[in-house]
Nanobody, 121 residues
Framework: QVQLVESGGGLVQPGGSLRLSCAASGIIFSIYSMGWYRQAPGKERELVAGISSRGYRNYADSVKGRFTISRDNAKNTAYLQMNSLKPEDTAVYYC???????????????WGQGTQGTQVT
């Protein structure tokens, strides 16, 4: 059974930082690209960042220079370090895994359940 389990969301003040984690199980983690989408209340889902199986990183323009995506294949975990947070970053963040390993992702193979909610206020 495949699982992607996110953690690390919470309440933070503008300018603060949070780190999200996405722990994967049931897949060969190292061959998947990993990434994050987010969805704010009343808005469409937005692609935030992705990291390929080889470690190439891509970001949405809205988070470039502030967010850093990384992965630890030994721990089957992807991370999203979010710095200089803004109120507009408030959203539920969803982790995905994609076997096509392309950017932007065409179709996620697996999804996490979403973080508890990242609120910048």
């Amino acid at each position: 059974q495949v699982q992607l389990v996110e953690s690390g969301g919470g309440l933070v003040q503008p300018g603060g930082s949070l780190r999200l984690s996405c722990a994967a199980s049931g897949i060969i983690f190292s061959i998947y690209s990993m990434g994050w989408y987010r969805q704010a209340p009343g808005k469409e889902r937005e692609l935030v960042a992705g990291i390929s199986s080889r470690g190439y990183r891509n970001y949405a323009d809205s988070v470039k220079g502030r967010f850093t995506i990384s992965r630890d294949n030994a721990k089957n975990t992807a991370y999203l370090q979010m710095n200089s947070l803004k109120p507009e970053d408030t959203a539920v963040y969803y982790c995905y895994a994609e076997s096509l390993d392309i950017w932007p992702p065409r179709r996620a193979d697996y999804w996490g359940q979403g973080t508890q909610g990242t609120q910048v206020t």
